[in-house]
């Protein structure tokens, strides 16, 4: 007969071991709580929050929309003071109007720029890059940070600290409420307890939600690459075109890799769904369900790659001496919020669903509002 385990006490309950659930883990442990980090895969950091653009927003990205521009320079100071060892300042970031299909235009983005008070230096001539297809160029302002070294610095400090005790490679599988507290049982096997849960797990936010029997997000998910690249001409240098057939190729942090990104090519897959539902996903593999989507990048049945087709559309924008190779990608699952579609913005929004005991989802927009959690907790 098997003994049966006690049930361990926590103050906090965090599920989802990204950026965000990391951060809120050891800012409630520093405040002297006791918190239980639940990771459903073997480590932490494996997904959203190590595939992404690495874009330390200023706004330049949302051309359309005042209110979300203004808001990602939010935080931007005190994330980019408190990591400034992991970020890259000393590139140089142009962003440029394609000429032909754009849905903004130089005036709109001058006007936008300084209305915003951010930099916008219109250069009319450069050597990198081909006018035939860019209506304009600007010399901007813009840092990337570098998820991979962001990532070892969050693990090591979440693993060195008493007060977190980290359950990877383990879900919450039965979660119900008694009272003031919830009682969950973990895939390990282990009951744990708690007045206070905080879902961090952003692509499987309603499956969590639905788990605690909690209102869901209305969300859409897509299955994302960011593919990896080297150029001896382009090396430290950024390009964003914008808007509407956006592409990026920009410095991944401090590794030395550009990444490339395009609107038309990075996302493969789209599902309408409040949980990830994707045809890749089969029965058999217990790892990745819409329950519990797991680790794309290194999942045998991820899409093939598009880094050709990103690449050829980037590549028309610059002069032909410019070449770039390509190394390899990283594959994750998106997220968004629905609401988002109008003004394609990135809030990150923290809902009480659940009163006594507490339940909070975190929806996570973009890296640098992790500070978002101070605000409620
Ligand atoms: C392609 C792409 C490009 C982006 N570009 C940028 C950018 O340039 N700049 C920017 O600021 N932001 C960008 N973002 C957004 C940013 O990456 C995310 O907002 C952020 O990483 C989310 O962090 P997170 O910790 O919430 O999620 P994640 O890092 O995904 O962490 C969630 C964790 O929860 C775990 N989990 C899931 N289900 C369970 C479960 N049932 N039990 C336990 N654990 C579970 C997962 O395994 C995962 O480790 C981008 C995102 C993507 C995908």
New binding site residues.
Partial sequence: MRAVKPTLQYDYTI???????CYAALHLAARGARVAL????AE??????I???????SGYHYPRSLATAAMSDEHKARFTEEHRDFVNFSFEKYYAIERYTSFTDAQQFERFCAYLGIRCERLDDHPLFNYDRLEALYLTEEYSFDPLLLGKYYKERVFSNAQIRVNAGC??EKATAQGAQWQMLLSNGTCIESPVVIN?????SS??NRLFGVPELALTHEI?E?AFLASPRFAGKGLTVMDGPFGSIMPYGLTGWLSL?SVAY?HHKISYENLPHFDCMTPEDLACRPE??GICSSCPRRPASNAGKMLAQMQQYFAPSVQFEYLHSFF?I?SKLKASYIDDG?PTEISLLHTTPRFYCLF?????SIYEVEKII
């Fill in positions: 599920i989802g071991g990204g950026i965000f659930g639940i990771e459903k895969e932490l950091f494996q997904k959203a929050s595939v992404n653009q690495a874009r330390l927003h879900r919450v961090a797990t952003y692509a499987a499956a969590v994302s960011i990104s990075t519990a989507p994750t998106k990135r996570a927009g973009k890296i640098n």
